[in-house]
């Protein structure tokens, strides 16, 4: 989609540009003019990303990103209106290949800005650079098909306000008739495995002897009920002013009495259970949001900050400051090294701290990590620095502004309160994704220089054939204004979180799991069933209804079925992969040196002959350099762990991805095929310490960039530190295959 360049500030003097600035600024601003406090003025538009400008207001807060075109108006009558010297400004499209924008004076005396071409600007925004101020960057002409422009909410109006609650009132009576009918489809589907589970009892079978840890979830059950037991026991005797629970019943000795086991929405609980304890944080996004950051830590290493301290720092992210170096801890104990978690889609980070000891995030603390849990933007409690709930720009955004912003502003804390220069990051589901988004080259690369690996759990890049659901399909077929009447322009099915707060703790877990598990297609079979309810705790939360038609409406992922590269993009990879496959290896390493020679003769030749650029031509034909990579050399290490079984996302052709040198900048360093595994059973299986954590916990390490300041993790002593040797010039040898453009890679890669 391109931005129209004549609708770009048009000519006038200074005084004509003052009230240009002026009607543009209303247009961007938190309040209409009239209001009586005025504040939240527009004064200012940054790119935080190419794609991605936030408005800086007269009382120094944010507001949420607005089209890169109107952005740059305001950026543009801003300098207008400051410089009154009565020029004229003309705005033109370049000639030829410029890619920047340029201002020159024409005959007259007039300013002359120049904006580079359509053509132009597609290719420089593919390319792997980001250097440069984007707070006054040209807005990009080229956008990319995946990330259409967001709508434009202005201030509060009356007819805005008319408009918003008639979406509140359609959606709500159309989107609860949209569940209704997903929790019936849900139920409904129960009914035959109940009869078998019916039937196998009246035959006396055990219908659970088939679950692969069946014996392991029995005795963990009675290990949970007789602590509880002790600890009743424990109160009761310190009512009488009898002895400690633990003296109460030397039989229980080897079993710590944690308390009774409610199930909570409360992870602070949980932590406490397992020995451990939370606090949180809150952190302001470069657009206004503020979100939440949850640090696990252990009691008897770490003094918690007070509530002053753990509040947000305003929007500037990566100011090289920090609370304190880091140091030793409070026992006299070297540092841990941070670890930042993200979460799966309609989940918050609880879905890690279910588990009790072997939860991610616990079995990562005691394991010698410092554990951050990280929350996407509204979560349980929607919070913005100027808008409120009601405000439809408080729910414009999808996965771009999750991964650009939040994930840079989580990033970001944690580095300030811990002092390391990098972390560790792990994500799940749409934790990946997010990730996956804000690494890519077009996006914000440079967050990649601040990670020192990234473990992907069921990396979600591309779609499974669960995508083809007859609920999916119909959500993919219906227009965008058919799918904002169905589902509004504020929440995704507010009315969940109601339930949530209605419905009794299990019979919420119990319908959550129904629900979840009809529309996703998973199983509780590896799971410790006894702690189903627990699990559903932590979902759903507050997601905006743009980031849900984003997943599952008729222009992004559920059309393209990636997440960054179009439909036909990734057949085509596909095919040229299945090409390549039909050459045996001999023929291949012939080809490789065949073209080695004749990219060696091609740089003997003169620059610019003829026979050099056809040689040349011909070597990119019989060896792709990754024309169409997603990543830059800003992108840490990867490691990933691809779920066999998963109906909702293919990991593998995401492998075959990174196998097949389509990303050559990408060092994968660690990777998994689970067969057997599900979506959820990553982080939810009772084998996922053996299968997963364990392993996440040595690449951790593995990569860790600070293991002389670090104490050393439980079990990774004889862990090797990664060696990226040759990784600059490995990147400097892909660059010289990457000169040509989109259109001329097409070309030479279909010959």
């Known amino acids: ?10 000519e ?78 003309h705005v033109r499209e370049a000639s030829g290949s410029r890619d920047t924008v340029k201002e020159t004076e024409d005959s007259e005396g007039d300013r002359v800005l120049s904006f580079p071409s359509e053509e132009a600007e597609k290719k420089r925004n593919t390319s792997d650079s980001t250097d440069g101020n984007l707070k006054r960057s040209m807005p990009p002409s080229y956008t990319h098909p995946l990330f259409p422009p967001l709508p434009l909410y202005g201030p ?36 035959p495995p109940a009869l078998q589970y019916i039937g196998k009892r009246l035959s006396s079978k055990d219908p659970d002897a088939d679950r692969p840890f069946y014996q392991e979830e029995i005795r963990r059950k009675q290990l949970r009920e007789q602590q509880v037991r002790l600890w009743r026991r424990g109160r009761s005797a310190r009512h009488l002013d009898h002895e400690d ?18 199930i909570v929405c409360d992870i602070g609980f949980y932590a406490r259970r397992v020995g451990l304890d939370v606090e949180t944080h809150l952190v302001e996004t470069e657009d206004g949001f503020v979100i939440e950051l949850w640090h696990v830590y ?29 140091g030793p801890t409070k026992n006299i104990k070297k540092p841990k090294f941070p670890v930042l978690l993200m979460h799966g889609l309609l989940q918050s980070s609880g879905a890690y701290c279910v588990n009790d000891e072997d939860s991610l995030a616990f079995f990562l603390c005691k394991s010698g990590y410092d554990v951050w849990l990280g929350n996407n933007r509204c979560g349980f409690k929607p919070r913005h620095v100027l808008l409120e709930y ?79 659901k007859m609920y999916f399909k119909f959500m993919r077929v219906i227009t965008p204004a058919m799918f904002r009447m169905l589902f509004g322009i504020h ?20 319908l959550g799991y129904k629900v979840f598990s009809f529309l996703f297609n998973w199983t509780d079979r590896r799971w410790d069933r006894d702690l189903k309810d627990r699990m559903f705790q932590f979902a759903p939360v507050y997601v905006s209804a743009e980031s849900m038609r984003w997943w599952l409406g008729r222009e992004c ?20 992969d299945r090409e390549l496959d039909k050459l045996n290896k001999q023929e291949r390493s012939r080809n490789e040196k065949k073209a080695n020679k004749i990219l060696k003769a091609a740089e003997r030749d003169m620059e610019g002959n003829q026979k050099a650029e056809k040689s040349k031509h011909a070597a990119r034909k019989m060896r792709p350099r990754g024309s169409r990579a997603w990543y830059n050399h800003q992108a840490p290490p990867f490691a990933l762990w691809v779920c066999g079984n998963d109906a909702l996302v293919d990991g593998t052709k995401l492998l075959r991805r990174f196998d097949g040198g389509r990303e050559p900048h990408v060092k994968v360093v660690h990777k998994k095929v689970i067969e057997e595994y599900e979506h959820l059973d990553v982080i939810w299986a009772m084998d996922a310490v053996d299968q997963v954590f364990k392993e996440i916990r040595e690449v951790l390490w593995k990569t860790c960039n600070a293991r002389d300041l670090c104490r050393t993790p439980e079990s990774c002593e004889a862990v090797p530190a990664w060696n990226p040797a040759g990784r600059e010039d490995i990147q400097k040898e892909e660059d010289d295959g990457m000169e040509s453009d989109s259109s001329s890679s097409d070309e030479n890669e279909s010959s």
């Open 12 to 89: 006038g003097s200074a005084a004509e540009a003052v009230v240009e600035f002026t009607h543009q600024s209303e247009k961007l601003s938190f309040q209409p003019p009239e209001s009586p406090d005025n504040r939240g003025v527009a004064v200012e538009a940054i790119f935080v990303a190419p794609q991605d400008a936030v408005i800086v207001t007269s009382d120094g807060n944010r507001l949420p990103a607005v089209p890169v075109s109107e952005a740059y108006k305001l950026n543009v009558l801003r300098d207008e209106a400051e410089r009154h010297d009565g020029v004229r400004v």
């Open 390 to 468: 009601s405000d439809p720009r408080m729910w414009c955004w999808n996965i771009r502004q999750m991964g650009v912003f939040d994930l840079a502003a989580l990033t970001s804390r944690v580095l300030y309160e811990t002092g390391f220069e990098k972390i560790g990051l792990i994500a799940h589901s749409q934790g990946t994704t997010q990730t996956f988004v804000a690494l890519a080259k077009e996006q914000r690369p440079d967050l990649g220089e601040k990670l020192t690996v990234f473990c992907a759990l069921a990396p979600a890049a591309y779609a499974g054939p669960l995508i083809g």
């Open 1 to 10: 989609m391109s931005v129209e360049v004549t609708k770009l500030p048009c």
């Open 298 to 326: 252990d009691p008897e290493e770490y003094t918690p900050l007070s509530e002053e301290e753990r509040r947000h720092k305003g929007p500037d992210l990566f100011t090289g400051q920090f609370r304190r170096a880091p």
């Open 557 to 576: 992922f559920a059309k393209h079925k990636c997440i960054l590269a179009t439909k036909e993009e990734w057949r085509a990879e596909e095919k040229e």
């Open 491 to 510: 929440a995704f099915i507010p009315f969940m979180m109601t339930m949530h707060s209605l419905l009794h703790p299990r019979i919420y877990g119990w």
């Open 245 to 262: 629970s633990e003296d109460n019943d030397e039989s229980d000795s080897d079993v710590k009495a944690v308390g009774s086991d409610p």
């Open 156 to 191: 509060s109006s009356r007819w805005r306000d008319v408009q918003c609650l008639l979406f509140r009132f359609s959606s709500f009576f159309l989107s609860l008739a949209f569940l209704g009918v997903i929790v019936l489809g849900s139920l409904f589907t129960s009914i």
